[in-house]
């Protein structure tokens, strides 16, 4: 990315352009549209919003963790209307709770479903292929609207075959570059919603960014530096293949979850099939504050640690295992914590590196090649 900045109205920056605008969809399994925003994942959050609502909708939306609250605020703020399912943070948004209310929605007032793919508050995930199946159980019209910007690029995620409307992805995790770009892929049905939806917008409108998108070209000045460096992760995801990156962090995240049981701590997701492949939240024991571990571990090792977010600050901290991150990475991360909790006095038990270790490299398989990130 420390290349010279290029003209960004010249053919050297459309060919850029539509290189990573195509290379893209292949990430968000889609044929559709993804437009690029020089923002954080908020503003693809409002982005996702504006474009297909208007002031005055009806939106289901579930309580699943903190980045499921901001998205919510997000809403309110722009006049929607939500029915907010509560949640205890430690599970995903429930399809049959999806099915259910939407059942009941005879006059189809909920104009769409907003769920967080990925948790990144709490290391739960939501089943959107299961939620996609209970709205058309529900033979209901509403759209779904995903966040993705934790799972994007590490978990299996398929835009098209989960007829999913709007996924909005940021640049700062799966897909490996610093903050400050962010995605919309656009299904069709969300392109026909666009065209009636009221809410007022400018900087985020699909239209004025797609037309020019067609070219290789944006309405305004794109983050040329960050685009560079999108183009070498499309790259380095697919040299990998999607299927072994996604193995890749599922591996991972088995194994820090065999740490953090032999450590006889608990992780905060309660369904084994809403586990998180991209990070894992430790519920601390009663009487330990997280946040004295986590600056234990920055003092002693130089290792950040994720905070625990709103209601769960002090109580959890999570364990990063996205993106360009491999099994020495994944070692000395809880190497880090092993010895972090023995210098805070939390109790616990030893070897909960080694049961990672065991389950990275099992003794009784032979001589497999480690499944190794670049
Ligand atoms: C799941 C999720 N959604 C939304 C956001 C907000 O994105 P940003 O902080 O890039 O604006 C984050 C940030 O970490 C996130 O993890």
């Not at 020089?38 to 980045?67: C, H, K, Y």
């Not at 907010?84 to 059942?103: F, H, S, T």
């Not at 990275?360 to 499944?371: C, G, N, Q, R």
């Amino acid at each position: 990315m420390d290349r010279p900045v290029i003209d960004h109205r010249g053919p050297e920056f459309a060919k850029l352009s539509l290189e990573v605008l195509e290379g893209l969809r292949a990430v968000f399994q889609t044929t559709s549209p993804v437009v690029i925003y020089p923002a954080s994942g908020t503003g693809a959050w409002e982005a996702s919003i504006v474009n297909t609502l208007s002031p005055g909708d009806r939106v289901l939306m579930f309580e699943t963790g903190q980045f499921a609250h901001l998205w919510r605020q997000v809403a309110e703020r722009l006049g929607l209307q939500i029915e907010y399912v509560p949640g205890n943070w430690r599970r995903g948004a429930d399809p049959a709770e999806v099915e259910a209310r939407l059942a009941a929605d005879e006059d189809h007032a909920f104009k769409a479903v907003m769920v967080v793919h990925n948790e990144t508050s709490t290391g739960v995930t939501s089943r959107i292929a299961e939620i996609r199946r209970a709205m058309n159980r529900a033979s209901h019209p509403a759209l779904l609207i995903v966040d993705t910007i934790s799972s994007l690029g590490s978990m299996d995620y398929r835009h098209d075959e989960w007829e999913v409307d709007v996924t909005v992805a940021g640049s700062q995790k799966g897909l490996m570059l610093p903050p400050g770009m962010s995605f919309n892929a656009i299904s069709d049905k969300a392109l026909v919603a666009n065209l009636s939806a009221k809410m007022r917008r400018s900087y985020w409108d699909w239209q004025e960014m797609l037309k020019p998108n067609q070219a290789g070209f944006f309405p305004f000045t794109p983050a040329t530096n960050l685009l560079y460096g999108l183009r070498e992760a499309l790259l380095m995801l697919n040299e990998e293949g999607l299927p072994i990156v996604f193995r890749r962090h599922s591996r991972h995240a088995e194994a820090t979850r065999a740490a953090v049981r032999a450590w006889g701590l608990e992780v905060v997701c309660e369904d084994p099939r809403e586990y998180s492949s991209s990070l894992t939240a430790v519920l601390m024991p009663e009487g330990h504050n997280a946040d004295r571990l986590r600056s234990i571990i920055l003092d002693n090792f130089d290792m950040s640690l994720g905070a625990g977010l709103g209601k769960l600050a002090g109580k959890v901290f999570r364990i990063g295992h996205l993106g360009s991150f491999n099994d020495l990475l994944l070692a000395g991360t809880l190497s880090g914590i092993e010895m972090g909790l023995r210098l805070a006095g939390v109790p616990h038990k030893s070897r909960g590196v080694m049961a990672a270790i065991d389950c990275l490299a099992p003794s009784s398989v032979k001589s497999e090649p480690a499944v190794v990130a670049r």
